[in-house]
């Protein structure tokens, strides 16, 4: 309703390989005119960071971000009956945690606070989607779900928040969510300057972004600018706000400038930091998002 014409918004679904054929495509193949808007993974710039993101032709500072709508926590969940009830119950048991992929936010982010933490999480991976790790623990083959965005999970076990069936055992963000105010902060563990740099970069690269939308590089700055004006409008359009809260999504959103920078900040990362990172997150040599 705010691009200028109201053009017809068509929707396209392009799945394959984590996202990185969506991103390739509008990087490589989309006209240039501002007519292709997409949601990028969160993860890319942080995969570029860390030298994982060799599939996609483009790098992520050259895409022209418009804004992000739900720059909300991420979170770990276990099940209500699991023996591991907080922070450092999960540095003395083992608590099993479903996960996507090897290379999902759900993955890596319990393997991190195993390394840098002392956590004993169990990370069983494979299933796909977030759907999937809930069947999982409904079934009980995991004790919950190794990591899924505050206002994401809200919506996604609808029920089982509201039989408080779940209990969040660690937040990633750069401050605490409201709903959240006892839930350890992961940047409030860093036990000196070295380990807050680390805890701070995986903070901005799996929560600050949220849901990055972007057009294409080298559409026109006016056209851009058009585009993140009406994002911003969107942002506020009392319409599309009632139809979020029917669907239990907050909408916290970053403008595209403040995006940008965000994403540009975590690229450069210095490389002490990204070494760092590497190791706890279990990066190999040759591994990648493929």
Do not use: C
Request: no cysteine.
């Amino acid at each position: 309703r705010h691009i200028p014409g109201n053009p017809t918004m068509v929707p396209v679904n392009m799945p394959g390989a984590s996202g990185i054929k969506a991103a390739n495509y509008v990087a490589e193949v989309a006209p240039r005119d501002g007519s292709i808007v997409t949601n990028v993974s969160l993860g890319f710039p942080m995969y570029q960071a860390l030298g994982q993101l060799k599939a996609v032709k483009t790098d992520m500072r050259a895409f022209n971000w418009l804004g992000t709508f739900n720059a909300t926590n991420q979170v770990l969940a276990l099940w209500h009956a699991s023996p591991v009830k907080t922070l450092d119950d999960a540095k003395k048991t083992e608590a099993l945690v479903g996960a996507a992929t090897p290379e999902s936010t759900g993955a890596q982010l319990p393997h991190a606070y195993n390394i840098l933490l002392g956590t004993k999480f169990k990370v069983i991976t494979g299933y796909g989607d977030i759907a999937k790790v809930r069947l999982a623990i409904e079934r009980g083959e995991v004790g919950g779900l190794g990591s899924d965005g505050w206002s994401d999970l809200k919506s996604d076990f609808v029920d089982m928040m509201e039989k408080k069936q779940l209990n969040i055992i660690i937040q990633v963000g750069m401050q605490k969510e409201k709903d959240l105010p006892t839930v350890p902060l992961l940047i409030d563990q860093a036990k000196n300057a070295d380990d807050r740099a680390v805890l701070e970069f995986l903070t901005k690269a799996n929560a600050s972004i949220g849901k990055p939308f972007a057009t294409s590089p080298g559409v026109p700055a006016e056209r851009v600018a058009m585009l993140r004006k009406a994002f911003d409008a969107t942002m506020k359009d009392k319409a599309f706000l009632a139809d979020a809260d029917k669907l239990h999504v907050a909408i916290e959103p970053i403008d595209g400038p403040a995006l940008a920078k965000i994403g540009i900040d975590i690229v450069t990362t210095p490389k002490p930091i990204v070494e760092r990172v590497k190791t706890a997150l279990g990066v190999t040599e040759g591994s990648g998002v493929q």
